[in-house]
């Protein structure tokens, strides 16, 4: 069992940065992936990063809306994972999700931008830029 508590969220202007946080506690953490995603109300939950647990430092995925924008990374020792959310949008607006999945490599390069991947999943963080 893992438990996820993601922090950081706010209300910003458009242009300005973010950092969200995830703290897991629980099992092992760097034995899992990890991924964030997003969810506007009425709308479907969506991808927007992903690390995988590889000991040679996790290799990052990101949907084409937020890649050069965003950047996901993990402290292992910490048992968190960030989102640096920079040049923030007002479509950027969502209530931010980090999740965790058990898989192997393999099968996690082939599913990270699936929900139903991930096993546990935190409780959200709202994200609000303005224009």
């Known amino acids: 069992q893992v438990q996820l508590v993601e922090s950081g969220g706010g209300l910003v202007q458009a242009g300005d940065s973010l950092r969200l946080s995830c703290a897991a506690s629980?099992?092992?953490?760097?034995?899992?992936?990890m991924g964030w995603f997003r969810q506007v109300l009425g709308k479907e939950r969506e991808f927007v990063a992903a690390?995988?647990?590889?000991?040679?430092?996790?290799?990052?995925y990101y949907a084409d809306s937020v890649k050069g924008r965003f950047t996901i990374s993990r402290d292992n020792a910490k048992s968190t994972v960030y989102l640096q959310m920079n040049g923030l949008k007002p479509e950027d607006t969502a209530v931010y999700y980090c999740?965790?999945?058990?898989?192997?490599?393999?099968?996690?390069?082939?599913?990270?931008?699936?929900?139903?991947?991930?096993?546990?999943w935190g409780q959200g963080t709202q994200v609000t830029v303005s224009s």
């Open positions: 999740a965790a999945d058990r898989s192997g490599l393999y099968a996690f390069e082939r599913n990270y931008e699936r929900n139903n991947e991930y096993d546990y």
């Open positions: 629980g099992r092992t953490f760097s034995a899992y992936n």
């Open positions: 690390i995988n647990w590889s000991s040679s430092g996790g290799r990052t």
